[in-house]
RNA sequence: GCGGGUGUAGCCAAGUGGUUAAGGCAGUGGAUUGUGACUCCACCAGUCGCGGGUUCAAAUCCCGUCAUUCGCCCCA
């Protein structure tokens, strides 16, 4: 019996083309704009995310998966991938290498959460990190990144929040503004928002409760409480934006849950997936890599949530199992050990070959080589064996030729050409 | 962690207290002993998620549990 578990999702071949397709597309852009690729382990000592990602936040107060190892260290499974890349980023010195690292990453993260569609307990993510940057640019460099993958991978129906959360010095005065704004309200919010109000205010203003939306509208704006110098950096990557003829939204609620946000904030949600409709979110940092022990270096990334993604283009479409070019049927024992050394001496030529093992009778091994949308199929039997011949039969047209071994081997490229 | 829905074969499912739990797809074998897509026949596969309870009798009702799904919370 199997034994249940509510971890993740295993990925059936089914999908899989899915999210081959996703990872290639991704990898092909990341390429052309020059990132490396950095890989880092999947769980870390667990003060790194505590410290990284904020005690107070969410993920780390109640979603880390937290164990103790032989050695007694606490440690954790990466509840997200920009904590343990500004780690080895510090670790191996990066910033030594001189200037900018674009960096991007792929891999499984883990949150204890109640699973649902579009959230499971171990997910998979691809970000990108800009570090050693404070230039708007790479702010939108970034954000060009994400809103082009998604493009290529031919989403619809996908709205791109922009923010600005300022820095801490902003961020506090707003903080301020917001509950003197909030307190005389207090008792018509919702109960999760009561609580908020004195732990984390800002969340408050995403609060989908209707009447803590009604008074959460008249609050008080964090784009007008921010300094000269974060006004500036935002103004820029507006006006970037604008002239790149990206669509945003420009949404001074937006807020996002982890405390190493800076400046620039986004969310890219799409109306398709429920009540889980971030794809992707990001923004900068350029207070992290300080606060994990590294030189001040600002910084800013993203991260993509490949199981909404695929998700989404599931439902736009399905991505089948390429077909091999050739499909090898044979029968007796002579035919059938030359069928296996010629499909090797095939694949070894670069062509895919599906040779049926069954060893059933003729008329089952053709009709699974219809199915298996080869475009011809090798015919071996104890005639064709004995005088070093194949026939090909070609299963659009059923058109079939013999010939000898030698001479499909010797010519590859004619045979290539019809493929 | 909280609230609601669902769980019958690899997949889609009928069945709502009463013999051996329909059907379809897929799979296997055959009609066709060396030639595919159509057709026909046969076969295959089910601890009715799991555990307990009520009952003469449970896939069906009740409780628990696990999984899943829709929300809350939170986020990718």
Redesign the pocket.
């Known amino acids: ?1 199997p034994l ?3 971890v993740g ?1 295993d990925l059936k071949v089914a999908d899989i083309h899915t999210w081959q397709w996703v990872e290639a597309t991704a990898r092909e852009l990341f390429q052309r704009a020059v990132y490396q690729e950095i890989r880092t382990p999947t769980f870390e000592q667990t003060a790194l995310f505590e410290r990284g990602i904020g005690e107070a ?3 780390v107060g109640k ?1 880390m998966y937290t164990f103790l190892d032989k050695g007694d260290r606490s440690c954790t499974l990466r509840p ?1 991938g920009t904590a343990g890349v500004v780690r080895a980023y510090i670790q191996h010195s990066l910033q030594a290498q001189g200037g900018v690292q674009r960096l991007w990453y792929c891999g499984p ?1 883990f ?11 171990q ?1 998979h ?1 691809i970000g990108v990190e800009v570090l050693g940057s404070a230039d708007p640019r790479a702010d939108v460099e970034v954000i060009l990144l994400a809103t082009d993958l998604l493009q290529r991978l031919g989403l619809k129906n996908l709205t791109f929040n922009l923010n600005s959360v300022g820095d801490r010095d902003d961020r506090q005065r707003y903080r301020e503004a917001l509950v003197n704004y909030l307190t005389p309200f207090k008792a018509d919010l ?1 109960a ?1 928002s009561q609580d ?1 109000l004195s732990r ?1 205010p800002l ?1 408050i203003l ?4 209707e009447k803590t939306q009604a008074i959460a509208a008249d609050a008080p704006s964090i784009l007008d409480y921010l300094g000269e110098n974060s006004k500036r950096h935002f103004d820029r990557v507006l006006a970037q934006l604008s002239d790149l003829g990206i669509d945003f939204v420009l949404n001074p609620r937006l ?4 405390d190493y946000y800076t400046h620039t904030a986004f ?2 949600q799409s109306s398709d997936l ?9 923004g900068r940092y350029d207070g992290l890599v300080q606060e994990l022990g590294g030189p001040v270096t600002p910084a800013v990334g993203w ?3 490949l ?3 695929t998700l989404l283009l599931s439902q736009l479409q399905t991505v089948s199992a390429p077909s091999p070019d050739l499909y090898v049927v044979s ?1 007796g024992e002579a ?1 059938e050990a030359n069928a296996l050394k010629l499909a090797q001496a095939l694949r070894q030529q670069g062509i895919s070959v599906d040779l049926d093992l ?1 060893g ?5 091994q ?6 298996s949308g080869a475009a011809a ?1 090798l ?6 064996a004995a005088q070093g011949t194949v ?1 090909i ?6 058109e ?1 030729t013999s010939l000898t071994q030698a001479d499909l081997l010797a010519d590859i490229e004619s045979l290539r050409q019809k493929l």
């Not at 807020?255 to 982890?258: A, E, K, N, P, Q």
């Open positions: 019996m249940p578990q509510r999702q936040t969410d993920v979603e997200e993260m949150r204890y959460e109640r699973p649902q569609k579009g959230r499971q307990r997910f993510q919702d999760d908020r984390n969340r995403d609060s989908k409760d807020v996002r849950g982890l969310e890219i429920g009540a889980q409709a971030t794809v992707c979110g990001g991260a993509i949530g199981e909404r993604l029968r035919a069954s059933s009778a003729f008329g089952k053709f009709k699974r080589a219809d199915r199929c015919i071996l039997g104890d005639d064709e026939q039969k070609w299963l659009q047209s059923g079939q």
